[in-house]
């Protein structure tokens, strides 16, 4: 990418992915760049565990009621976990560690989605974050917060159209809407 503006531009939601395999060395610079993402008072506490096995991410792609359904044919997921017990702000490190990961991902070409998991159900009921942990094998302690998918992109998205961005949410100095 040219630049970050450009980048933020044309990053979007991507749940349809082609079959092919993400490069080792693409796999190691998004995951490069979660680790470098910045957490409260540096604490590093944010885990993640990859996963690319195709019979794994067909189960993860049922980890919640809706929307998780594109896991299923990404060709890496990434599960984003937190840790309350050593981090101040567990859900805003992983939050931007997640972001840090998709940003990574469009600067590869490559296409991502976000499947947002705690406080979340299975259709049966379950809870996403125990039906994550059971598959993967997580401790308790930690808090799944989200999975990344990541795959080649099926069709390219246009990028955002900078004539809808919403500046009236923008305030100066004081929150007064007229």
Same mark, same amino acid.
């Given at each position: 990418m040219e630049n970050f503006a450009e980048?933020?531009?044309?990053?979007?939601? *991507? !749940?349809q992915f082609?079959?092919?395999?993400?490069?080792?060395e693409e796999v190691e610079l998004? *995951? !490069?760049?979660?680790?470098?993402a910045p957490t409260a008072r540096n604490c590093r506490a944010c885990k993640f565990v990859l996963v690319e096995n195709e019979d794994t991410l067909r189960q993860l792609s049922v980890c919640k009621a809706n929307y998780a359904t594109f896991l299923e044919h990404c060709a890496l997921a990434i599960v984003v976990l937190n840790d309350p017990l050593q981090s101040a702000a567990p859900i805003e490190d992983v939050s931007i560690a997640a972001s840090y990961i998709q940003l990574q991902a469009e600067d590869l070409g490559l296409g991502s989605c976000w499947a947002h998991i705690n406080g979340r159900e299975t259709a049966d009921g379950l809870d996403s974050e125990q039906f994550v942990r059971n598959l993967l094998d997580i401790p308790f302690q930690y808090g799944v917060t989200c999975i990344i998918g990541i795959g080649h992109k099926k069709r390219v998205v246009k990028p955002h159209e900078e004539e809808h961005l919403l500046w009236e949410n923008v305030y100066v100095e004081r929150?007064?809407?007229t």
């Open positions: 980048l933020v531009k044309n990053r979007r939601s *991507i !749940r082609t079959e092919e395999k993400l490069k080792e998004i *995951i !490069r760049a979660a680790l470098l929150f007064t809407e």
